[in-house]
């Protein structure tokens, strides 16, 4: 089969994470989140690291403060990270999909010529989820994570009195700080100025946004992002 690339995109709460662990689970597709990417990265360098990205410097403990006020982090720090991840799952002939980058006009003017060259313009799918701002305030001052894998519960009528990940039984934990009421709207604010105009890039480089509903069930939400990247 063609490799292919799925472009999961959506305000913070869209179910964009939830939707990209179903349809990797489906499809075997790698799921390549930045947000993933840069707490890995947190764990596993030391704070006083400093990445060297066309001659500019970026320190670990920086990156970690803004990351946990709401704030984003250096696109050419986060670029680097999942640039790095794209070239080795395409060496692997491996299918992505993406719930969480581009999410800067920088990221997607960095990614979306790699990923044309790796995988073929007709192999990239771009699948836009729509919600109210409301809708995103609510899911995101309830969402959880669990402690084990970190998988992303989102807030829903089905998910609300889950005490344990229903994938392998740890407990559900807040994300400290992300998910404050606070932080959530500057998140917002964020999207609005900086991941919104990711939109006109993605389709001046070629690709067309297929728009899903995403305040649907978990499941009516997968089936239209099946149809979307057929
Ligand atoms: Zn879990």
């Not at 491996?94 to 719930?99: D, G, L």
């Not at 669990?146 to 994300?175: A, W």
């Not at 900086?194 to 690709?207: D, K, N, S, W």
Request: one cysteine or more; proline letters at 4%.
């Amino acid at each position: 089969m063609q490799k292919q690339v799925v472009i999961l995109f959506g305000q913070p709460g869209a179910g964009k994470g939830t939707q990209a662990e179903i349809l990797s689970g489906k499809t075997g597709y790698f799921h390549l989140e930045s947000s993933k990417a840069i707490e890995n990265c947190f764990q596993n360098e030391s704070p006083e690291k400093v990445f060297e990205i066309d001659g500019e410097k970026f320190q670990v403990s920086d990156e970690k403060i803004r990351w946990e006020t709401g704030l984003l982090n250096s696109p050419p720090f986060v670029v680097n990270l999942i640039a790095e991840k794209i070239k080795e799952l395409a060496k692997e002939n491996k299918s992505i999909i993406f719930s969480g980058s581009p999410r800067t006009v920088y990221e997607a003017e960095k990614e979306m010529p790699l990923l044309k060259e790796l995988y073929g313009l007709e192999n990239i799918k771009f699948v836009m989820l729509e919600i109210t701002p409301e809708v995103t305030i609510q899911r995101n001052s309830h969402r959880r994570i669990c402690e084990l894998v970190r998988h992303s519960i989102l807030f829903s009528p089905e998910t609300e009195n889950l005490s344990v990940c229903p994938l392998d039984g740890s407990d559900l934990i807040k994300r400290k700080g992300l998910d404050d009421v606070e932080v959530i709207k500057k998140r917002l604010e964020v999207f609005k100025a900086e991941t919104f105009p990711v939109i006109e890039i993605i389709e001046r480089h070629g690709l067309v946004a297929n728009k899903v509903n995403g305040e649907q069930t978990v499941s009516d939400v997968h089936k239209d992002i099946l149809k979307a990247i057929q």
